[in-house]
Structures are given as structure tokens and as C-alpha cells.
């Protein structure tokens, strides 16, 4: 069901008629309108990515993040349980964690020494009781009173995810049919490899709509086309969660069909009049570990978490945000703990296509930073999302559509109550 295209707060310019196939450009600028995105989805109703609960293997483990632009701290307490805070200082809001990966005891405030144990409880403060009958904390004081704010927090096939709503409903009710396609790449326990952050200087919607459009693979991507990974000539499909929240697409590298409709239009895109080579072809030497055909899966979970497999190079992305116009990529790159040695390489050295630099993913970010510089900051206009119909169910299961970006906007509207 689409949503009113009616803004009743009358603060925004209304909403185009066409409801979810267009999305104003004022919402990828405006600075109230980031503000209110952080109030209502990142500290909203919505599970975040945290983490992989290999980062935090152990008790005392601990991870820092952020969920848009709130600091928060990933922790495994001595019992093995998994919790997660808001990195800010009960006392006077400094950071208390103040690095990316660690193991600890407790959680320490260096400012005026405020401590808290590993589920974000406050245990002490540093001349609580004054000293020789002066200064000191009043008398009320209480510790319990002045813990570190909580998130809920869950994990799924070693995806760890928090919400500040502690009512929302179960992490895999919010994924739905999604989850099955994180439970068939993610099947085993993971090992991280390694670590890569993409600064981007677009709005953070621009990025999340990239990996839900999938028909500009073969479009944008000369890497994919010229060499086959990734081809609308091919097998694939796109999977929605009945809410639309979610998605994911797939591709079997090999099952091309060129027949005359696929080569009358393939033959006008940049990307398939490349005359590149590779001297060295190892980058495509994919193996068909999951057994299914798939050499590409990425899914993307609302509102700011891409999971892909691209070949056997496997990853997390988590978008933090900055401002309307920019954000930061974090990418987590990973195999599972029983890799032999030869599929560890191999997915370190297809990671020369994914990343900052890759031979794909770059040209994604620079699409976003050229939409950012073509819309200056008061732009009129709307993008325009009807490839496969115009309403939410229309386009079915094919990538040559736009229904999950429609499906986004829809659940971001609701959600923004615009
Ligand atoms: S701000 Fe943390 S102890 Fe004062
Ligand atoms: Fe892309």
C-alpha cells in the first residue's frame, strides 16, 4: 500500500504525486530533514549493523561504531553475552571508548575517570565521597542512575545488530524472506581479513539506493560487462521481504542468453564497447563455494547495511553518516574460520574489484558524489524510479526494475512521516 503523498507537517514541500517512484531532491540536502533522520531511523525503530561477533570473540571483547551519527560501543561482557551503548559519558558526554577494536575490563572514561562495567553500568566515579568532608557527589547520588544508554541487541550468522527502540519486533521477523539469503552466504563461522573505509561526499541515501538498483551493473560497471560477472543477459533475480524493506539480487555467471533484444540495446552501452583485457586473468577465477551458481549476491538491509558476495570476495558495508552530504563507507572484509590458505588468497585478490579502489565499487561512490555536485544545495526536481512499474509490487522478481528503490522510499516515508 502506498503512502499519502500529503506532507502534514507542512514543514516539507509536499511529496511528488507519483508518491514512491520519485523522490524529491530537497530530501538528499536539506539539513532538518538529516536531523529528523537520525531522531526517527537511526535512533528510531530500526535494527543497525553493529559489528561481526567475530570482532568481539571473547569476553572483554569490544568494538566501537556508529549508528548514523551516534557513537556506540559493541561489547561481550565476562558472561559471553552481547551488549551495545552509546559511546557518550554519563557525566559530561566525552567519549569513553576511544578505540575501533580492543579487549577491557570496564569501559573508561579518562576525563574524570567515571567507570562502567561491560554492559554500560556505571560502578564508580572518581571522588564520589569529596575528600576531607569537601566536594564530592551529593548525597542522592546514584550510580544505577547514570549508566551508559542501551540499545537492544541481537545477532544473526554472526551479524551483530542493535535498535534504540527496545520494543521493536525480533531482528529476523524485521528481515523476513531476506534473512534466507544472509543465511545461505553467511552459513558457517566468519573470520575478518580486513578492513577498508570510503569516505563519500553525497548523501547517504545516495549510496543505499546504489545496491538496490541492480540493473546499472551492466550499465555503469565496465569491469562487469566486459568480463561476464555480472550481465542482465544472464540468470538472476531479486528477492523482497513482504514488508519491502529488504533485498537482494543474485547472477550466475555463465548463463548468458545474448539473443537480439539483449544485444540490440547492450550495444550502446559504454560499459559492453570496452576493448579492455586482463593479462592476468586469476581476478576471475571464481569457485562455486555455496554450490548454487551465484557468483553475485548483494543484499541490502534497511536502512545502511550491504552484504555482498562478489565472486568469493565476501564483505560487510555499514554507511555512517556525517552530514547531508557526506558519509563514510565501512567496508568489513571476511572468509570463515575453516578457509585452506588457497581461498583466503583468493579472496584477498579479488579484492582488488570491490572497495574504495576497486575495479568496480569505485565508480558506485563516484555516482554519488557526481549526483551530489549536480544537485547543489536547493534543488528543485525529483529522480525519477518507474523501470518495471510504478507501484510497489510491480517489476515482480526481475532486476530490470526499480520496485526496491520504490519499496525504500516507501518505508522511508512512513517512517519520516513525510
Ligand atoms: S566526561 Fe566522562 S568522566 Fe567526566
Ligand atoms: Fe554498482
Not at 514512491?20 to 530500526?46: C, M, N, T
Not at 561477533?53 to 571473547?58: C, D, G, H, K
Not at 547517504?204 to 555480472?230: C, M, Q, V
Not at 542482465?232 to 547472477?251: I, P
Request: net charge negative.
Amino acid at each position: 500500500m502506498s503512502i499519502s503523498t500529503t506532507n502534514e507537517s507542512g514543514r516539507y514541500p509536499a511529496w511528488p504525486p507519483e508518491g514512491p517512484s520519485r523522490a524529491p531532491y530537497w530530501s538528499f540536502v536539506d539539513p532538518s530533514i538529516y536531523q529528523r533522520e537520525q531522531e526517527k531511523i537511526f535512533r528510531g525503530s530500526a535494527w543497525h549493523f553493529l559489528g561481526l561477533e567475530a570482532e568481539v570473540p571473547e569476553p572483554g571483547c569490544f568494538k566501537t561504531n556508529r549508528v548514523g551519527d551516534t557513537p556506540v560501543v559493541l561489547t561481550r561482557d565476562q558472561d559471553g553475552i552481547l551488549h551495545a551503548v552509546v559511546n557518550r559519558c554519563a557525566h559530561r558526554g566525552n567519549i569513553v571508548c576511544r578505540e575501533e577494536l580492543g579487549k577491557a575490563e570496564s569501559l573508561y572514561c579518562v576525563y574524570h575517570a567515571w567507570a562502567y562495567n561491560l554492559k554500560g553500568d556505571l560502578t564508580s566515579a572518581a571522588f564520589r565521597r569529596g575528600i576531607r568532608g569537601e566536594g564530592g557527589l551529593p548525597e542522592d547520588f546514584k550510580l544505577e542512575d547514570h549508566g551508559l544508554q542501551k540499545l537492544r541487541v541481537e545477532s544473526f550468522c554472526g551479524l551483530v545488530f542493535g535498535s534504540f527502540d527496545h520494543k521493536i519486533m525480533p531482528l529476523t521477523e524485521w528481515m523476513g524472506e531476506v534473512g534466507d539469503g544472509i543465511r545461505r552466504t553467511l552459513p558457517r563461522p566468519l573470520k575478518v581479513l580486513g578492513y577498508d573505509t570510503q569516505r563519500i561526499h553525497a548523501n547517504w541515501k545516495n549510496y543505499h539506493e546504489n545496491p538496490r538498483d541492480s540493473f546499472h551493473a551492466n550499465i555503469l560497471h565496465t569491469f562487469y560487462g566486459t568480463f561476464g560477472l555480472s550481465k542482465q543477459s544472464q540468470e538472476s533475480a531479486m528477492v523482497l521481504d513482504r514488508a519491502g524493506r529488504h533485498v537482494y539480487f543474485y547472477t550466475k555467471m555463465g548463463t548468458d542468453r545474448d539473443d537480439a533484444t539483449y544485444k540490440q540495446t547492450a550495444s550502446n552501452l559504454r560499459s559492453v564497447k570496452s576493448d579492455f583485457s586482463l593479462r592476468d586473468r586469476q581476478l576471475l577465477d571464481w569457485t562455486d563455494e555455496f554450490g548454487d551458481g551465484i557468483n553475485i549476491q548483494i543484499l541490502s538491509l534497511y536502512p545502511s547495511f550491504v552484504l555482498h558476495q562478489i565472486s568469493n570476495n565476501l564483505a560487510t558495508r555499514q554507511l555512517v553518516t556525517y552530514s547531508p552530504t557526506l558519509c563514510d563507507l565501512h567496508w568489513t572484509y571476511f572468509g570463515f574460520e575453516d578457509d585452506t590458505p588457497e581461498m583466503t588468497d583468493r579472496r584477498l585478490f579479488q579484492q582488488n574489484l570491490v572497495g574504495s579502489a576497486g575495479l568496480v565499487s569505485m565508480e558506485d561512490a563516484s555516482v554519488c558524489e557526481m549526483i551530489r555536485r549536480s544537485l547543489g544545495d536547493k534543488p528543485e526536481g525529483s529522480s525519477f524510479m518507474q523501470m518495471g512499474g510504478k507501484d510497489l509490487n510491480s517489476g515482480g522478481s526481475s532486476k530490470l526494475s526499480e520496485r526496491a528503490l520504490r519499496n525504500f522510499w516507501n518505508t522511508y516515508r512512513g517512517q519520516m512521516e513525510l
